[in-house]
């Protein structure tokens, strides 16, 4: 007869139960690859990822309506920014693992790895994290183009009502579709309160940042718990 099989230990969450930074890059059940990652950032904005093809994290993410933003920066910009990011660390040895900022708030930040949770101070990440980063979001309604000096329509209206919600006033002014040097004045002060470099041209990081000013409570932020 043969001898009942014993349930099986549990091996992997065992080895789990004590993930900490410093230990991270030796866990061999810590995959942390940059697909899976991505599917988690995009399920933060509600979005089913199991449809996605992963090929191209910013393809997948056009497929479900969201837009890409590459930049490298500092924990105090994405702070601002306030949006899910997903980053890249490595040790001495050039290993790889990919992880999704889900919560920052003063010098902590919690990252999700592989669908494990770490809570870490921020000046411990720091070394294994060359400030790259990928967010996601959505263009504000209305919004289909760069905006500069000159331009004329009703993206421009827009733009004028998306300020005067942070600074107060009103957008109804003559020829309030028209991208003037009044409205360039608002654009710059606002570009130089969240330290970014005052052009007067509307592009990805200052829609962005415009669509964060005015809170939509439909987007993830940093201050939610993941």
Wanted: aromatic share 6%; glycine share 8%.
């Amino acid at each position: 007869i043969a001898a009942p099989l014993l349930p099986a230990k549990p091996i992997i969450k065992a080895r789990l139960r004590g993930l900490t930074l410093e230990n991270l890059f030796g866990h061999p059940d810590i995959s942390g690859d940059s697909a899976t990652a991505m599917a988690k950032l995009i399920s933060l904005w509600n979005k089913n990822p199991d449809s996605l093809k992963g090929l191209n994290p910013c393809a997948d993410a056009r497929a479900v309506g969201l837009r890409c933003l590459e930049r490298r920066g500092t924990w105090a910009m994405l702070a601002g920014i306030n949006l899910p990011s997903l980053i890249s660390l490595a040790d001495p040895n050039e290993k790889k693992v990919y992880a999704v900022i889900t919560g920052l708030s003063g010098p902590t930040v919690t990252l999700d790895i592989n669908g494990r949770r770490i809570v870490a101070d921020t000046a411990k990440v720091t070394p294994f994290w060359s400030g790259d980063y990928l967010t996601l979001w959505k263009r504000p309604p209305g919004f289909w183009r760069d905006l500069e000096p000159g331009m004329q329509g009703e993206d421009v209206l827009f733009l004028r009502q998306s300020l005067a919600k942070i600074w107060g006033g009103s957008a109804d002014v003559e020829n309030a579709q028209t991208y003037d040097a009044k409205l360039k004045e608002q654009v710059t002060a606002f570009q130089k309160s969240r330290q970014i470099k005052p052009t007067g041209i509307v592009r990805d990081m200052t829609l962005l940042l415009l669509n964060r000013a005015t809170e939509n409570p439909s987007h993830p932020s940093l201050s939610e718990k993941p």
